[in-house]
């Protein structure tokens, strides 16, 4: 579980990646593909037997991902044995971006979520892969509904999606019970989960927070995820192509959080923020949540597997439900972000033929996406692919059933979507921290500049 480690430190929740397969092989497919990968004009190492090698910067890591990986990569290697892939864990963007513009792209990049891709597909730095689906009658339909829109900006498709992930509320049901709540009925509203959070929160006689029931900045900045679609906010207005960052929805968003930080008897602002800082790192027994810290927190699917593994014997006390809503807006319950870890051809790669039939062969394959999904805890973007770990841990079904929603939301595509998803979670650490900051201002301003 390396991959989650690494991206833990850098974004969280975090988000994992998988491969998948193509029907001229000989491994299972699901029919997304009816012809062979290759959409370029010119005869490539592809269809003409010349050998070429590969090069791939992953962001798995170096550890068990990264060996799956590396046998996805065998497979497909015997499959084509004209065609090698050297495949090396580059997570430093401003090393892609260098290599890009200067001329000398790896042929592949696989992600580990798609918070870059519009910023570097308007960049002119990433290859739109419409041609060659079109090209190879990609079956679209192949995949789950919305995850090609993870991978969409302005019209172009700039990686092919592999492995989805989203996230729910999860609790710890023995908590409930120790605080008088029923586990059976988690909160549906944000109204009734600050209700719960008061109820769970415990402080010891020197003023103390030794438990809290819910933290919405906990283990990363849910804006943009669990809480900001669930009041119904609206990021990025298609069809004026402008970002809405003072949206109604995002305002009352912030309005619960500062809320949440302001309403909990005995505790400030700085006390939830200490207390926070005192947990251990995340996705290890220590981190507040495994530890029994904290009553519900808004995570993803691969968190239900590391309490399995540091902390087995609270699992069974670990519940999953949709993540609230506004009390106005309760036709969003089900609703939750989906992102996907995309499958990149960068602009300028020496081999795009050869690079897209591997992707194409990857995130096409039953096979293939059902070994990365069980690896890594999260879900297919196939719907053919029947996942064990969903049948063997019931909790996995409510993410399935989301991501399949045509509720699933996904954060737009945008060339400044980097520099706003930044500026929305500084805003929203400093209105959590002084109830007097005027978020409303702030959303105002960056509104003006983030549209100029």
């Keep these: ?39 370029g004009t010119d005869e490539t190492a592809a269809s003409s037997g010349e050998k070429v090698t590969l090069t791939m910067w992953q962001q798995w890591g170096n550890g068990h991902e990264a060996e799956v990986m590396q046998e996805t990569i065998d497979k497909f290697e ?24 200067g001329g000398n792209p790896p042929d592949i990049l696989s992600l580990w979520d798609t918070s870059v891709l519009g910023e570097w597909a308007s960049q002119g730095a990433l290859t739109d892969l419409t041609p060659y689906i079109e090209k190879d009658a990609i079956d679209k339909d192949a995949f789950v509904p919305k995850a090609f829109d993870t991978v969409t900006y302005d019209g172009g498709i700039y990686g092919m999606p592999f492995i989805l992930f989203n996230a729910s509320l999860i609790y710890n049901a023995d908590m409930f019970t120790e605080a008088g709540l029923d586990p059976e009925s988690p909160p549906k509203t944000f109204d009734e989960l600050l209700e719960y959070a008061k109820k769970l929160t415990k402080v010891d006689a020197n003023g103390n927070i030794t438990q809290l029931g819910f933290v919405p900045t906990w283990p990363g900045s849910n804006m943009t995820k669990g809480i900001g679609y669930n009041f119904g906010a609206n990021f990025y207005d298609e069809s004026t192509k402008k970002i809405t960052a003072n949206d109604a929805g995002i305002i009352n968003a912030f309005a619960f959080e500062q809320r949440f930080f302001n309403e909990i008897d005995g505790v400030t602002p700085q006390d939830i923020n200490n207390f926070v800082a005192s947990g251990g790192a995340y996705l290890t027994a220590d981190d507040l949540f495994e530890s029994g810290k904290l009553a519900m927190v808004i995570d993803g699917p691969w968190s239900l597997q590391y309490v399995k593994e540091n902390a087995p014997d609270m699992d069974n006390s670990i519940k999953v439900a949709y993540i609230p809503t506004s009390s106005d807006c309760t036709d969003l319950y089900g609703t939750s972000y989906l992102d996907c870890n995309p499958q990149i051809i960068p602009a300028g790669a020496a081999h795009p033929e050869e690079a897209w039939k591997f992707i194409s062969w990857e995130t096409t394959n039953e096979e293939v996406t059902k070994t990365f999904a069980e690896m890594a805890k999260n879900l297919s973007q196939l719907k053919s692919v029947e996942l064990d770990s969903i049948k063997e841990d019931s909790r996995m079904q409510l993410f399935a059933d989301m991501a399949a929603s045509d509720k699933a939301r996904s954060f737009p595509a945008i060339a400044n979507g980097s520099e706003y998803v930044t500026n929305l979670n500084d805003i929203e650490g400093k209105a959590m921290l002084d109830k007097t900051y005027d978020y409303k201002a702030a959303l105002d301003d960056l509104n003006t500049k983030l549209n100029k």
């Design 78 to 101: 015997k499959e084509n044995p004209n065609i090698t892939i050297d495949a090396t864990c580059v997570t430093d963007s401003s090393k892609i971006l260098t290599a890009i513009s």
């Design 1 to 39: 579980m390396e991959y989650r480690k690494m991206l833990s430190a850098l974004l969280v929740p975090a988000m994992v990646l998988s491969l998948v397969a193509c029907g001229s092989t000989g491994t299972s497919s699901t029919g997304a593909s009816k012809t062979d990968s290759t959409a």
